[in-house]
Antibody
Framework: QVQLQESGPGLVKPSETLSLTCTVS????????WSWVRQPPGKGLEWIGY???????NYNPSLKSRVTMSVDTSKNHFSLRLTSVTAADTAVYYC?????????????????WGQGTTVTVSS | DIQMTQSPSTLSASVGDRVTITCRAS??????LAWYQQKPGNAPKLLIY???TLQSGVPSRFSGSGSGTEFTLTISSLQPDDFATYYC?????????FGGGTRVEIK
């Protein structure tokens, strides 16, 4: 059974860096793309970006200047860094497995999700 | 970016009702559309991909249709477990974008 688990601080100060890790179990992190999605309180879903098993990334242009994603195949996990956070970055952050991706020639959506982790930006 | 617009934003229905949710894309996405169900406090769940293909384990009362810019999600007979928020997502090009969501509530 494939499971994803987000981890990281629940509280980040304004102007600092948000760092989250998603640990994957039940499947190798290889052969898939992995996405981060966030959801501000009471609002809809926003795709942040993806990272592939080889470290290829694609970020949402709205966040591109502040986002870095990476993958550690030896630990079977991938990570998100978001710099210079403000209150607008307060959200539930989800990691998810992509079905397909750019190199596959198709993309069907995200079929496995973590439970989500709440990150609040506040001093 | 491709904008996704869902309607209605809220829908009140009773158990047993047939429910239809519409999703429109700002430009053609062919059949590259996914539908998700999200319950409060939970992560989204993939229901349908490629506009009309049911994800494994999803009940057959859910169906999707459409291509180009207009898509629908239909629940043939609403069950108590179906009261939730539904999102469409275009899978045609990056950045991936979601509709604003449709909340299905008890009438």
């Amino acid at each position: 059974q494939v499971q994803l688990q987000e981890s990281g601080p629940g509280l980040v100060k304004p102007s600092e860096t948000l760092s989250l890790t998603c640990t994957v179990s039940g499947v190798s992190i290889n052969s898939f793309y992995w996405s981060w999605v966030r959801q501000p309180p009471g609002k809809g879903l926003e795709w942040i970006g993806y990272v592939s098993n080889s470290g290829t990334t694609n970020y949402n242009p709205s966040l591109k200047s502040r986002v870095t994603m990476s993958v550690d195949t030896s630990k079977n996990h991938f990570s998100l860094r978001l710099t210079s956070v403000t209150a607008a970055d307060t959200a539930v952050y989800y990691c998810a497995r992509d079905v397909g991706g750019e190199l596959f020639g198709y993309y069907y959506g995200m079929d496995v999700w973590g439970q989500g982790t709440t990150v609040t930006v506040s001093s | 970016d491709i904008q996704m617009t869902q309607s209605p934003s809220t829908l009140s229905a009773s158990v047993g009702d047939r429910v239809t949710i519409t999703c429109r894309a700002s430009q053609t996405i062919r059949s590259w559309l996914a539908w998700y169900q999200q319950k409060p406090g939970n992560a989204p769940k993939l229901l349908i991909y490629k506009a009309s293909t049911l994800q494994s384990g999803v009940p057959s009362r859910f169906s999707g249709s459409g291509s180009g810019t207009e898509f629908t999600l239909t629940i043939s007979s609403l069950q108590p477990d179906d009261f939730a928020t539904y999102y469409c997502q275009q899978c045609n090009s990056y950045p991936l974008t979601f509709g604003g969501g449709t909340r299905v509530e008890i009438k």
